[in-house]
């Protein structure tokens, strides 16, 4: 924002309207835009200096004759202007087109006009629109009136460019959507406006680049085609989240999965993003090396960002090269204690698994009724490892090491597959993992919800942690089935519950997010923040490093467009939501 003189306050006017509401709406007065809550703008706060206190006075006098969103907002800004962070209670609150005026409309239509009027580029059914905003696997709800007006699906990074110009200009919320698996929340219109879509045609392997080990895709590639069409190849993706997760919701979330422990998680797998950002600019955050020191980590910005910061059309990742030879070993122990002291112990001694997962007792009971696998599993909580090596001796070396740890933590069994069925029989069973708790909990109550939560834990805390989570959900008297990315630390212990028990879930899932993060850990390793997680988030940082996200975000998208309401508040009286 320009500097102004005591005697200039005509021209702050000017600018801060201009800067509010662009020339094309200079006409309009403020009951075009509406704010989600009636609550009256916050007084503004008080000014450092004596100095910058007259100014301030005499400022709000002739503005507040002008009227109060002008005062308001000039307020918002001036107070954060020279502060490198923006705490919550001078954030101001976000002030948004309203979905039933003419500028709204007008502004549809021009987006529809980028799409040229092809009808299956955009939707407004119901069914449509309510899929956009939730899941049954989320952990919170979009409140029925929660809903984009309109779902686009453009087809080219140009489109979405337009399409962002638009909503920029006319202070349109945009919710980015790839595989909408996510969980906590992600997805939900707290503002209402543009859900954009990239799963329907912006769905392109775009160039394999087999000599440098990378592969360049559209957001909308789904996971499973890109590791399959990876596998033929010889070549292996490096993370695997939920069935269904694309490309953009991945860079989204950071996801990882079964086997980050090897390969890392999304920030370690993006060599470079298409982004476009809140006003319609396209970037390309670097070129094709795998490493780079030539300026700020644009890809570590956006990783991770939610579609909050800006919007990813185009990303090249990273392949891995398939082990030549991989096999599984199943390894039961007789306690949660003995199998993640396992854990601990071959983590800590520098071995490279492929993947170290862990199950407890109740979902192996549970894959059991279930019958989703051929096979009758142990019911105890049970190692699983991919073991993998360039050639057969490796494999059996390593094996062999594992045994090794095992045993001197009192393991039941060790089983490693001979060949390619037993290798499917056994990876089967972490598989199906979160389908048989949610079709054990249905047969009991069809009402039923499950709350899949996700925390991370130094690895020598790991033990520590599990004991005292385990027994938790053990006592609350719920269906509560585990799985974790035990090689890291990273738990998602699955909480079925009907309604009336929602209070108990929530008190057992405060209770260990609160436990991971007086362990030193994580509110979330790999699903993100959402809405479900911010409190946390807030807890787990401080204060200051949410309001450094908060000046960021400002910074991208003054005018808080892209996915209100995620990763962090924006707005201390934020819309409800379920
Ligand atoms: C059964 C199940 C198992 C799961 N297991 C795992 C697991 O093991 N590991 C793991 O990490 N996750 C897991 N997840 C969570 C989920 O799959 C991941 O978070 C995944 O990365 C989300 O991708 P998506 O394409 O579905 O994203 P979406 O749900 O569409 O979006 C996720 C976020 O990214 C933003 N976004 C979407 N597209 C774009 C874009 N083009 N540009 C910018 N932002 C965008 C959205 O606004 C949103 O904030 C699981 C989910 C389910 C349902």
Known sequence: MKRFSIGSANALKKHCFKTLFPKTRLSHTSNRFYSTSNIPPPSPPPLASSNTKMLGGFLAGALLASGVVYYQMDSELDVNKDSCTVPLDLAGTPKYCDPKSEQFHMAIVEIQKVLFDETDCWSITPSELDAHSDSYFNTHHPLPDQRPNIVVYPKTTEQVSKIMAICHENYIPVIPCSGMSSLEGHLIPTRHGV?????????KIIQLDKANLDVQVQAGVGWEMLNDYL?????LLGVDPGPNAMIGGMVGTSCSGTKAFRYGTMKENVINLTVVLADGTVIKTRRRPKKSSAGYNLNGLFVGSEGTLGVVTEATIKCHVLPKFESIAMIPFNSIKDATECVTDIVTNGMILNAMELMDNNMMKIINES??????????????FKIGGQDEKDVDHLASKCKEFAEKHNNLTFEFAKDDDEKLELWSARKVALWSTIDTARKNDPESRVWTTDVIVPISNFPRFM???????????LLATMVSHAGEGNSHFFYCYSKKDKPIVEKLVHNMIKRAIALEGSASGEHGCGVGKREYVLEELGEAPIALMRK???SLDPHKILNPDKVMKIDMHEPKYD
């Open 371 to 384: 019958g989703q696998t051929e096979r009758h599993w142990e019911e105890k909580p049970t190692l699983f």
């Open 552 to 554: 960021i975000k400002f």
């Open 467 to 477: 004991e005292e989570t385990k027994k938790d959900a053990d006592d609350s008297g």
């Open 231 to 235: 596998g033929d190849n010889g070549l």
């Open 195 to 203: 859900s954009i879509d990239f799963s329907k045609f912006m769905n």
